[in-house]
């Protein structure tokens, strides 16, 4: 059984960083694509970033760019979401989910496992 738990998620002010980790067990993480979704109150669920499984190809949505970096420890099954110049509207469950495929997936309905989530508010 894949389980995934993410930690790090907290209260910041706009302008603060977060920094999320995602463990993963129970499946090999080191070929396993990795993203991170996040889902505000009344939103549908969005991608933040994915990593293909060896970090040679990343994505990141328009709205994170520049401000969020995903990385991944291999040797540590850990994922991480790394965010900065944080701002209100990045308020949010935050997910990461877990893709068998061996390419960089970005689509919801491509990854198989998922997190329960971390709550992330930003403050204006």
């Known amino acids: 059984q894949v389980q995934l738990v993410e930690s790090g998620g907290g209260f910041v002010q706009a302008g603060g960083s977060l920094r999320l980790s995602c463990a993963a067990s129970?499946?090999?993480?080191?070929?396993?694509?990795m993203g991170w979704f996040r889902q505000a109150p009344g939103k549908e669920r969005e991608i933040v970033a994915s990593?293909?499984?060896?970090?040679?190809?990343?994505y990141y949505a328009d709205s994170v760019k520049g401000r969020f970096t995903i990385s991944r420890d291999n040797s540590k099954n850990t994922v991480y979401l790394q965010m900065n110049t944080l701002k209100p509207e990045d308020t949010a469950v935050y997910y990461c989910?877990?893709?068998?495929?061996?390419?960089?997936?970005?689509?919801?309905?491509?990854?198989?496992?998922w997190g329960q989530g971390t709550q992330v508010t930003v403050s204006s």
């Open positions: 989910a877990l893709d068998r495929s061996f390419g960089l997936s970005v689509s919801a309905d491509m990854f198989d496992y």
């Open positions: 129970g499946h090999t993480f080191s070929i396993s694509g």
């Open positions: 990593i293909r499984w060896d970090g040679a190809r990343v």
